[in-house]
Structures are given as C-alpha cells and as structure tokens.
C-alpha cells in the first residue's frame, strides 16, 4: 500500500528547517522526515474499523504545512502526545474494500469520505463511554479524549491507495455525487463552518481575505447564507479575482493597499499615526482572515469595524507576532475555528459536512472550475509543487487513483 506521510523527528525537522532557505527542495530529499512508501497492507486493528480503497484525494494547505516543516514546537497542539506519524491527505474519496464483523454503518462497495480521522482520535473512534461533552455536541475535532490514546491508530491517509479507520471516522457519500464532488465535500465544510462562525446580517459589508481554495470557498457560502450581504475579496493572483467574482464576489481587492481600499469601500475614517501605524474608525461588519498570518491578523483586526469580528480561516502552525490592541480598544472579537464540526443552521444544530452535502445538491455550492489540476500519485513532487505556485493557475489539485470512476 503506497503511501506518502510524515514522522516526528524533531532532529530532522531542525535539519530541515535551517536548510529550506537556501535550498527548499530538501523536504523531497532523503534528509526530510516526510517519506513515499510502499507499506505492508495492514490488517483490520478491530471489530468495527474497515479498509477504504481511494479513488481521488485534494491537496490542501495543511498538509503541505507538515510537509514543509512548518509547524513550530512552540504552538499549542505540539504540547499534545498525538501521532507519531501523520499520513498526508484528507479530502479523500474512496470505496470501502473490507469491514470488520462489528461495522454496522457501511457495507463493502460503499463510497465513504474521510470525516473525523484526520483531526485525530474521538471518543467515538476510541469506543470510549461515557463520550466528552464535546462529542455529545458533535465537535468531533474538539475532543477532550484525543489524546487518551486508547484506541488503535489508523494507517495510510490521502495521499496513497487506502487507509485503515474506524466506522465512526468516514463519512457516507451520497450516489448523487460524483468522485470530484465529494473530494470538495471537506474544503466546503470548512468554509461553511468558517462563514456560521459568525454569519452577516442582509446589507452588512464583509471582507474576505485571501482567495485561495478557502477564501473561494467562504465567498460561495457567504453567497448561500447570506444573499444580501456585501463581499469584498482581496486577491493575488487575476485567475483567483475572476473565480472570486463569479463565485459572488461584489468587489475584488487587487493591488490597492488594504487600508486605503477598507476606507473606500467602508467609508471608514484612515489614520496615520508615526513609523507606518495606521488606524481605522469605521470598517467591515467582518472580516474573513483566509490566510492567518501575524501580517493578516494584525490587519484584519484593523480593518473590521469597532464592535465588528475577525473570524480566523486560515491557520499558520507558528506563533502570531501582532498588535491585539484593536480587540480591546474597538471590541473587535477574534473568532477561530479547527476546520469543521457543528453548526447552527436556521436554528437547527446540524454537522458542518450534513449542511454542505445538502447545499451541494440544491447547487447553491458548486466546485465548477475548482479543481484546475489532476496528478497521479506517482508524480507527487510535481503535484505539490502545482499546488503550492499559484502562478500555475491552480486552484485544487488533486490526486486520482485507477480506483476513480
Ligand atoms: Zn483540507
Ligand atoms: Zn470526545
């Protein structure tokens, strides 16, 4: 079972570390801890688990993140004993090839998506009773059991032929949707939740930041949610603006400076106070950081109106480096997310995946020209780098397998 995951090596992550700047192909080299193997097929850990056979699988900023090395000691999760081992890939669709005698949820030929697995151990998955309170509410991600360890370990991921899991961490796919549709699922949820984190009122002016996959995708269920709201899109690169704006974008922020273009599009009042600080009085209802660093955040929070909120989509796996007067001196609030869990949508607490699945069939989000790029898993290297160049014009690259349909 080919597959492409990542070890905990913390001397070679230094190693890799302080040679990426002058040479940023080292994590493709031998001396990286992220490796392309050919594992022995593992065998079924336990009575409810099964084994999918995958069939496509997305490319996502988070996995290039581990890839890369990114993540810094220092954060919070690191503190967590977790895997010693990350399989890359997440937004994966597959079909079940084998179930353990105890799965009731899913027959062999069933097409199922990779849900909580990724974001690590539940006390579903770890058959734990009584469950967490977060598992009662359905905040998988949030689980105060992740790191009981109790349970076994699925193996493979994403990116690769298949993976172990138990029944509680994949997800159904319904026979409406097709393999391209479902690798989107994942990405769509996140946005949704993102976008329910703190829904605009009709008429409020909001900001999206960052026009990769997340960013397109907050703008698509800010459309959906919220009709009547007004969207600015802050965009790099011209393939990026034009899907921003067919996906309902209002405007597309485009080398302007930040500042000045919240001020036009806001009539905020700009300040300018000594060694570039600039202030804002007025500014959108709220902002959607989609990229996450200490840069954006530190802008974000001076770009959404006093009262206004900063909702954090984007993730950086290092410690913020930013000025947070703003939360305090113009009660801005600052609003996180771990990828997907429960919303409250029309009063009703529902999975963020259900919500998706259902907007997805009723077309109000759609994946029409997301996926720019497809790769076999043999041509990872040129995958990823597609990925990450957003001079390609990519948006999604993903990886198909034979399995596809
Ligand atoms: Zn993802
Ligand atoms: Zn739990």
Known sequence: M????????????????????????????????????????????????????????????????????????????VALPGNQRFYLGHEV???????????????????????????????LSQEIEPIC?????????????????????????????GYTAHETEVYPVPDWMSDDQAVMVEPLAVAVHTVLKRLPEPGQKVLVLGSGVVGLNVIQALRAFSPDCHISAMARHPHQAAMARTLGADEIIRGEDGYEATARITAAKLYRGMFGNRMLLGGFDIVYDCVGSSQTLHDSLRWARAG???????????????????????????????????????????????????????????????ITHRFPLERWREAIKTAQDKRSGSIKVIFEYSNAT
């Open 133 to 161: 309170g977060q598992c009662r509410l359905g905040n998988y991600p949030l689980c105060e059991n992740a790191s009981a360890g109790l349970g076994p370990q699925g193996v493979g991921g994403g990116w690769g032929d």
């Open 93 to 123: 669709v597959g079909t079940v090839a084998e179930v353990g005698a105890g799965v009731t949820r899913f027959q062999v030929g069933d097409r199922v998506l990779m849900h909580t697995r990724y974001q690590g151990a539940t006390c």
């Open 308 to 370: 206004g909120a900063v909702v954090m989509a984007g993730i950086k796996l290092t410690p913020a480096k930013l000025d947070l007067s703003p939360v305090w001196y113009q009660e801005v609030d600052l609003v996180g997310l771990n990828s997907h869990g429960r919303d409250d949508w029309h009063g009703r607490m529902m999975e963020s995946f259900d919500i998706t699945v259902e907007l997805m069939r009723q077309g109000k989000l759609s994946i029409n020209g997301l």
């Open 2 to 77: 080919r597959s492409i995951y990542f070890d905990k090596d913390i001397p070679k992550a230094l190693l890799v570390k302080a040679i990426k700047p002058v040479w940023k192909d080292v994590v493709f080299s031998g001396l990286s801890s992220a490796y392309f193997a050919d594992l022995p097929e593992p065998e079924l850990p336990g009575l409810r688990w099964l084994r999918v056979q995958n069939s496509a699988c997305g490319i996502c900023a988070t996995d290039l993140s581990l890839l890369h090395v990114d993540a810094d000691p220092a954060i919070a999760p």
